[in-house]
């Protein structure tokens, strides 16, 4: 009796032991565990099944999506294939070895953790499937020297025939703090140039976020985000050559809700207007997006509600920095790549159309022609 209470009771340690290591191996609570037990054995409809990390399109419970959005198989050269920060520059005719027409720039951002943060280049034909070009090696940059120094927010031009890259370098482990913009460029998307510096502040770390950079016949404008004495607020510089910047000039932002502050944005030109797809945060969370526009070269910004709520798991708990292009000159719709994270802190991009009537920007049905 006593040989078997001690047998069913190795048993017992052991199953608990086994089970323990499945739940840490699947990344799942206990209690997601017993209610996929009892959904198995119950028969539950799909739409009662709990939040799992293994269904990404999961619709969010009383949520009826007004997008339909394609996620993005990026490799990360941290391997987790978690990326965020997407910036697209489109080549019409083609561009590098194999005429690639698409060019995405993004920094990979395991679990929101900024130590990872570094551009990496990714190349495309249709804007969907992204490779990492023949001959290229990621990140494009190496990291700063520092513990916690790290470069981030890249943003890619394709100009005068070769692609552009400017990013951020956030130096945290500076008294005081540094954050400088830096340049490299690349007449074939595989070597690059080696980093100029051209713009630098010192301060608080929320400084010279998001780099947006266009160019409009021969003048460029970057807006960044930096916090400022009543908050965060977007600046604006110019340049002839895209090097030389003048001293920033702050932008007046109109339509953003008095709990919600500017985080990050991208910029594109249009024939009668700038546009931009700004994040917005309340309390530095809950990013969201929204569409604005500018008809005074950027110094005034008009900007619309939210472009859509979260409505799927792979973008609940933020919708965070975007990069759009307009299809074509003589159309109003666009193609979007934006990056999001779901409540496990894991980033994603995905691809999504657009499209404008009048002042606003909307997620395109899909009856639209391609």
Known sequence: MILFVLFSTVLLLLAIFAFVILLARQDISPRIAFEKARNRLGKRPPP???????????????????????????????????????????APEGFGKEGWRYWM?????????????NPELFASHD????????GAKNPVIPSPDGMWNHNSDPDLLFIDGELRLYYRESRRMSSPCESRILVVTS??????????????????????????????KSQFHMFTVGKGSSG???????SPDGVTWSQPVICSVIGLADDRELW?????????????????????????????????????WQLDGFLWDPAYEFEEQSLY????????????????WYSA??????????????????????PAPRSLPK
Request: glycine share 6%; aromatic share 10%.
């Open 187 to 216: 007449g074939d998307g595989v070597k690059w140039s080696s980093p100029r510096e051209v713009i630098a502040e010192t301060g608080d770390p929320a400084l010279l976020m998001s780099p947006a950079i266009v160019r409009q």
């Open 232 to 238: 965060f607020q977007l600046a604006r510089r110019e």
């Open 127 to 134: 804007g969907i499937s992204w490779v990492i070009p023949e």
């Open 321 to 336: 920095r975007t990069t759009l292009l307009k299809r074509s000159p003589d159309r109003n719709d666009y193609d979007l």
């Open 48 to 90: 009662l099944f709990p939040n799992f990390h293994d269904a990404p399109y999961r619709r969010l419970p009383g949520k009826t999506p007004c997008h339909h959005p394609t996620i993005l198989n990026i490799q990360t050269s941290e391997g987790t294939g978690q990326a965020c920060h997407p910036d697209v520059a489109y």
């Open 105 to 117: 720039a993004c920094t990979p951002y395991a679990y929101s953790n900024f130590v990872f943060e």
């Open 264 to 300: 990050h944005l991208d910029v594109i030109p249009e024939a009668d207007c700038l546009s931009a797809i700004f994040v917005s945060s309340k309390r530095l969370t809950e990013h969201r997006l929204h569409y604005g526009f500018s008809r005074d070269a950027g110094l005034t």
């Open 341 to 362: 994270c779901n409540r496990r802190d894991m980033f994603s991009i995905a691809y999504l159309r657009l499209f404008r009537e009048g002042n606003r920007l909307q």
